[in-house]
Nanobody, 124 residues
Framework: QVQLVESGGGLVQAGGSLRLSCAASGRSFSTYDMGWFRQAPGKEREFVASISWSGRTTYYADSVKGRFAISRDNAKNTVYLQMNSLKPEDTAVYYC?????????????????WGQGTQVTVSS
């Protein structure tokens, strides 16, 4: 079992940056693929970025490519999402997730454990 706790959300102006963190419990963090998803009010939860257990493979949604970067520190049991050039349409609750497909797949079904989420609000 993995427990995930996100942090780092907040209110930022358009064009600004935020770094989200997701701290995982348990000794097997380094064997899990990790993903970030987001859900805006009235919308489905959507994929944002993912990283394989080794860190060698990453995927990004087209809407964030070139602006967001996912990384992980297995020694700290933490995955990060660096968000730059933020836009109002990035406003959402951001969730981190852990899964063991080994492919860092960009889909909800590939992840078994989810955090509670952290709110990101981008003002125009």
């Amino acid at each position: 079992q993995v427990q995930l706790v996100e942090s780092g959300g907040g209110l930022v102006q358009a064009g600004g940056s935020l770094r989200l963190s997701c701290a995982a419990s348990g000794r097997s963090f380094s064997t899990y693929d990790m993903g970030w998803f987001r859900q805006a009010p009235g919308k489905e939860r959507e994929f944002v970025a993912s990283i394989s257990w080794s860190g060698r493979t990453t995927y990004y949604a087209d809407s964030v490519k070139g602006r967001f970067a996912i990384s992980r520190d297995n020694a700290k049991n933490t995955v990060y999402l660096q968000m730059n050039s933020l836009k109002p349409e990035d406003t959402a609750v951001y969730y981190c997730a852990a899964g063991r497909t080994g492919r860092a797949a960009p889909m909800r079904s590939a992840y078994d454990y989810w955090g509670q989420g952290t709110q990101v609000t981008v003002s125009s």
